[in-house]
């Protein structure tokens, strides 16, 4: 088994690799690591390599860079050959307000690394893919997608993005039988989510929705929300007019503005 996995220094994509290792606990099993910290990918590597015998090579780059991603999209696959499961889960999230100039930088920032980065990610393997007529696609959205959310401006544009953008690749990959699976989280419980200061409906642990991720992986799942009771609000909040949305929303907590030094 052979997968490659962006954002893969903590949150969900340290869980994904962890979950894949475990899965596939063997020599032949090739795991490719991408994020920005070289420090936690070190850590991560000797773990996995250690721990559960996979052979693991580690990308220190931002998946705004596009010719960073192709190269270590190359060297993965010069030394493994092509990967079965490509997963773009490196993503960011902070409140932003369209008022604040500020705020313009974030805007941008998210829109290239949410979105952007998925098409950095899969760009470099399709190539290889369609030649041996197999391989997965696999991209992370949100429920945050389904609907604006007030202080999310960039984050629900991003993931609206991100959906939209995953269901063309889809269909674009079908006939070469490379399947393209979007999932979309609830609330995770990850640093990501431990800035929020409001109530978290279906809060799940980062390592049950890893192996629920990879479940999906597995069945070759179109589109899917995690956890399942999310599904059904993801449902419901398609349904509510405009002007109920208005009014549900007008009084809603706001994820929190931070500094932009992170990005």
């Given amino acids: ?7 893969a220094s903590s949150g969900i994509g340290k869980a994904l690799a962890l979950e894949y290792a475990k899965r596939y606990n063997n020599n032949d099993t090739s795991i490719g690591l991408v994020a ?5 990918l070190h850590k991560l590597q000797e773990l996995l390599e250690k721990s559960y015998q996979v052979k693991c090579e580690i990308y220190p780059l931002d998946v705004r860079n596009s010719a960073a991603l192709a190269l270590a999209a190359n060297d993965f696959m010069q030394k493994h050959g092509t990967p079965d499961v490509v997963i773009a889960n490196a993503g960011v999230s902070r409140g932003t307000l369209t008022e604040h100039v500020e705020d313009i930088v974030a805007f941008q920032a998210i829109m290239d690394i949410n979105v952007l980065g998925l098409v950095h990610t899969f760009q470099p393997f399709i190539a290889a893919m369609r030649q041996v007529k197999r391989g997965q696609l696999v991209g992370v959205a949100s429920v945050a997608g389904i609907r604006g959310l007030p202080g999310a401006g960039a984050y629900s544009a991003s993931k609206a993005a991100a959906i939209s953008y995953l269901e063309s690749l889809r269909v674009e990959m079908a006939r070469n039988n490379i399947c393209v699976t979007t999932i979309a989280p609830g609330y995770i419980r990850t640093a990501m989510t431990d800035v929020n200061q409001y109530k978290m409906p279906f809060l799940m642990d980062a390592t049950v929705f890893a192996h ?6 597995e069945n070759k799942r179109r589109f899917i929300v995690i956890p399942w009771q999310m599904g059904w609000v993801a449902r419901f909040m398609r349904l509510i007019p405009p002007f109920l949305w208005d009014f549900a929303m007008k009084k809603a907590p706001h994820k929190k503005r931070l500094d932009w030094d992170w990005l």
């Avoid at 088994?1 to 954002?7: A, D, E, P, S």
């Avoid at 629920?212 to 992986?217: G, P």
Wanted: aromatic share 12%; net charge positive.
């Fill in 36 to 40: 920005r910290r070289s420090e936690h």
């Fill in 1 to 7: 088994m052979k997968i490659f996995i962006t954002g």
């Fill in 212 to 217: 629920k991720f990879a479940n999906a992986v």
